[in-house]
Structure formats: structure tokens, C-alpha cells
């Protein structure tokens, strides 16, 4: 009976106060999962010799969004404007992706997690596109996430422009920060009209392999194109 797929969703670390304190995941993940045929669960970040159990009872792996990348990890000091990092979960993705990538898992990587996925690989973030980017069009959208906000132009023949069947889309846009030098074995598959790269896929990895800069978790409850991404991920899960 037990033939859905199972999507581990990577959680952030909230600490409310001294009483309330743990794994946060919006529940626009959940329901995009659940909605096309995913068990989803959620994976909070623990001791790294935990990664492997975990990612074997998983399908396929969601990194989602949340925190800033402690610059640290792509060999830089501390923008004035870097946010909140919470550089264990960083520690523990990383590992965590290594791990899936090792087992041979589909992977899609949202937001942060488009970040983690060029850091983990080798590349480098705009800590602050308003201060960094000259001309930069505004990527910290103030309508609500499940409005779009941007154009972004789709790769031919790239998986993004593959699943979606269009060369221009229109995406919600909730981040400050974004790829700056591309990792080896990425290539950009979506960028917005100021240069900013909006999607990447990896270069030779057999399995499914996504990462876009957007929120489609937000959007896919009303925009069946939007939808497409996790019907397609969770098609792939297995
Ligand atoms: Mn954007």
C-alpha cells in the first residue's frame, strides 16, 4: 500500500524563545508535495552521522528556503547586509547533499537552497543584490509570495524550459541574495532581466536536478504551470 513517494524537506532552525525553538518548513512545501502524489516529511538538521539513515528512508530531497549561507563557507567575510545564518544547518545540508547526490537521489533546490547547491558545489553568493548588483531590479517582492513579481528568461532546451514549455515566465521573488560565480558542474538555466541567475541544473548528474531562485511552492496551488515543477520532481522521486 505504501507506494507514494517520500520528499524529505530540509528545515530551517527558528528560535522563538527559551520555550519554543525547532524545525520550521512553510507549509506551501507540504502542501505542493502532498498535493502531487509526495509523502512529505521533514528533516531537521541533527548530528551529521544521521545524514546517511536519513537520506536512504528518502525518495528524493527537497532543499528548501530560509536563512542566509554563512559566507564562511564560500570563503568570505561578512557583508554589512548579510541576514540571520545559522551556519549548523548549512554544515549539515551540505552533507546532506553530498549524500543524496552519492545514492543516486532527484533533488530540488528552492531559494536558499539553489544557494546551498552552488556553495556545496564549489561556487560563490551575491551577499546583497541592492548593494552589490548596479541596476538590480527589486528580488525582495513586498505582495504577497504567491504573487508573481519578475520576468525571467528560460534556457532553451534546458530542463526548466522543458517542464514549463515557455521562454519567458513571470516568478514570485523573495531573496536578497543569489549566485554570484557558478560552480563547476552547474549551468544556468534561467536568469531575470538584470542578469541575476534565477535557475540552474547540474551538468552531468543522471537523476532529476533542479534548483531555481523563485518560491513555485507558493505558487503551484494556482498556477498549474508553476505546478509542473513538483508534478515532474515527484514523477521522478523513485
Ligand atoms: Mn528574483
Redesign the pocket.
Known amino acids: 500500500m505504501a507506494n507514494k513517494p517520500v520528499i524529505g524537506i530540509t528545515g530551517a532552525y527558528v528560535f522563538h524563545n527559551k520555550f519554543m525553538e525547532g524545525t520550521y518548513v512553510h507549509h506551501d512545501y507540504q502542501k505542493a508535495i502532498a498535493a502531487n502524489g509526495g509523502i512529505p516529511i521533514i528533516l531537521p538538521f541533527l548530528e551529521e552521522n544521521l545524514a546517511e539513515e536519513m537520506i536512504e528512508r528518502c525518495d528524493a530531497i527537497l532543499f528548501s528556503g530560509g536563512e542566509d549561507i554563512d559566507p564562511s563557507f564560500y570563503g568570505q567575510d561578512p557583508h554589512q547586509k548579510l541576514a540571520e545564518t545559522t551556519p549548523l544547518r548549512d554544515k549539515w545540508e551540505i552533507v546532506l547533499l553530498e549524500k543524496a547526490m552519492k545514492k543516486k537521489k532527484s533533488i530540488l533546490a528552492i531559494c536558499r537552497g539553489v544557494q546551498l547547491l552552488n556553495v556545496a558545489l564549489g561556487g560563490s553568493l551575491i551577499q546583497d ?1 541592492p548593494s552589490d548588483v548596479k541596476g538590480s ?1 527589486k ?1 525582495s ?1 513586498t505582495v504577497n509570495r504567491s504573487w508573481d ?2 520576468w ?1 528568461a528560460l534556457e532553451k532546451g534546458s530542463k526548466i524550459e522543458t517542464i514549463l514549455q515557455a521562454k519567458k515566465i513571470r ?5 536578497h541574495q ?1 549566485i554570484d560565480r557558478l560552480a563547476a558542474s552547474l549551468k544556468v538555466t534561467a536568469t ?1 532581466n538584470d542578469g ?1 541567475i ?1 535557475a540552474v541544473e547540474h551538468a552531468y548528474y543522471g537523476p532529476f536536478l533542479l534548483g531555481v ?2 518560491h513555485p511552492e507558493s505558487m503551484a496551488a494556482t498556477d498549474e504551470i508553476m505546478n509542473r515543477i513538483f508534478a515532474e520532481f515527484i514523477k521522478n522521486a523513485k
Do not use: P, Y
Open positions: 543584490i531590479i528580488h517582492q513579481s519578475h525571467v516568478v514570485n521573488s523573495l531573496h543569489a531575470s541575476i534565477e531562485q523563485w
